[in-house]
Antibody, heavy 120, light 111 residues
Framework: QVQLVESGGGLVKPGGSLRLSCAAS????????MSWIRQAPGKGLEWVSY????????YYADSVKGRFTISRDNAENSLYLQMNSLRAEDTAVYYC?????????????WGQGTLVTVSS | QSVLTQPPSVSGAPGQRVTISCTGS?????????VHWYQQLPGTAPKLLIY???NRPSGVPDRFSGSKSGTSASLAITGLQAEDEADYYC???????????FGGGTKLTVL
């Protein structure tokens, strides 16, 4: 069965950095685009970034562009999100998700999420 | 402010039918991009409910259905059950933002 397990969240000071990881199993990782989607406490969902199967196509939300970097290691079946220059408004649960295409992209499987708290 | 607009809340009694609207614009839903719906039960990760406007993944009851017209889409839930109480989100792609967009979410309360 498809499993996505995020890790790396925690408490970090404003301006600090954090690297999130997502371990994928139960499917052929190299065949799928992957995304990071976040949810601030008590708020709705916000798409953060997605990456193509080879990493050659990457997009970011304007809110994180220039500060966050998505990457993947297909040999390790892993997805990453390097987060720099963190701000209080980046506080959220970060979900890793597997993407599918049907006249537009959507996520058919989500991890359980990892909480990132940016606070002094 | 979300790019896609959903009502903050809807409610219905067990067995009733409710609908949740999702309104976009000419750069997303109106541009022909599909709408997808997710269900988020309290304290859990979102789960795909409807993809490609009208399609249900395996295991999703046929009480859930989706539709799309113009710059809007709707999720309908018939035969409401207590376990349907959750937050529901619509999602599409926006060509001007070059990325995915979500609705603000709708909290469904089963009375």
């Amino acid at each position: 069965q498809v499993q996505l397990v995020e890790s790396g969240g925690g408490l970090v000071k404003p301006g600090g950095s954090l690297r999130l990881s997502c371990a994928a199993s139960g499917f052929t990782f190299t065949n799928y685009y992957m995304s990071w989607i976040r949810q601030a406490p008590g708020k709705g969902l916000e798409w953060v970034s997605y990456i193509s199967t080879t990493g050659s196509t990457i997009y970011y939300a304007d809110s994180v562009k220039g500060r966050f970097t998505i990457s993947r290691d297909n040999a390790e079946n892993s997805l990453y999100l390097q987060m720099n220059s963190l701000r209080a408004e980046d506080t959220a649960v970060y979900y890793c998700a597997r993407d599918q295409y049907s006249s537009g992209w959507y996520s058919d499987y989500w991890g359980q999420g990892t909480l990132v708290t940016v606070s002094s | 402010q979300s790019v896609l607009t959903q009502p903050p809340s809807v409610s219905g009694a067990p067995g009733q039918r409710v609908t949740i609207s999702c309104t976009g614009s000419s750069s997303n839903i109106g541009a022909g991009y599909d709408v997808h719906w997710y269900q988020q039960l309290p304290g859990t990760a979102p789960k795909l409910l409807i993809y490609g406007n009208t399609n249900r993944p395996s295991g999703v009851p046929d009480r859930f259905s989706g539709s799309k017209s113009g710059t809007s889409a709707s999720l309908a839930i018939t035969g409401l059950q207590a376990e349907d109480e959750a937050d529901y989100y619509c999602q599409s792609y926006d060509s001007s933002l070059t990325g995915w967009v979500f609705g603000g979410g709708t909290k469904l309360t089963v009375l």
